[in-house]
């Protein structure tokens, strides 16, 4: 199934045989502290600067409706997020994984995202629910 929106990766997760838990890491673009003019520049035009996770979710996607609901509950948070990061996890014998089951794979997802890691191994969406793309 091709992944064109946040809505159809939410379908191919229900359609897979184990049930699916979907791990999402929120953030947001900055300038780091020692940043170059020319850094500032890029940044000024909506290029560059680094991303900062702000919240995480996880939720089974079984009990998740759309990516319209989504981004309401992601509406409250002080600061608007940019980019949604997003992995699955998948159950066994039909039980889909816990919360404290996600805990460690959330971490280790915020961590890529903080050390500048290879965030391309996750899907990406921006804040329509469009794929973005990381090289």
């Given at each position: 199934?091709?992944?064109r929106?946040?809505?159809?990766?939410?379908?191919?997760?229900?359609?897979?045989?184990?049930?699916?838990?979907?791990?999402?890491?929120?953030?947001?673009a900055?300038?780091?502290d020692?940043?170059?003019p020319?850094?500032?520049?890029?940044?000024?035009?909506?290029?560059?600067?680094?991303?900062?996770?702000?919240?995480?979710?996880?939720?089974?996607?079984?009990?998740?409706?759309?990516?319209a609901?989504?981004?309401?509950?992601?509406?409250?948070?002080?600061?608007?997020?940019?980019?949604?990061?997003?992995?699955?996890?998948g159950?066994?014998?039909?039980?889909?994984?816990?919360?404290?089951?996600?805990?460690?794979?959330?971490?280790?997802?915020?961590?890529?995202?903080?050390?500048?890691?290879d965030?391309a191994?996750?899907?990406?969406?921006?804040?329509?629910?469009?794929?973005?793309?990381?090289?």
């Amino acid at each position: 199934m091709e992944i064109r929106d946040f809505d159809s990766l939410l379908a191919a997760a229900r359609a897979q045989a184990q049930p699916q838990r979907v791990l999402m890491v929120f953030a947001h673009a900055a300038l780091h502290d020692d940043h170059s003019p020319a850094e500032a520049d890029r940044y000024a035009r909506g290029e560059g600067g680094i991303l900062l996770p702000m919240m995480c979710l996880d939720r089974p996607a079984a009990e998740m409706t759309d990516f319209a609901a989504l981004a309401a509950e992601a509406a409250g948070m002080a600061q608007p997020w940019q980019v949604m990061f997003v992995a699955c996890l998948g159950g066994d014998k039909g039980v889909v994984p816990s919360a404290a089951e996600a805990e460690a794979p959330l971490k280790r997802m915020i961590q890529t995202i903080q050390t500048g890691g290879d965030v391309a191994r996750y899907l990406a969406f921006d804040r329509e629910g469009r794929p973005l793309l990381f090289g």
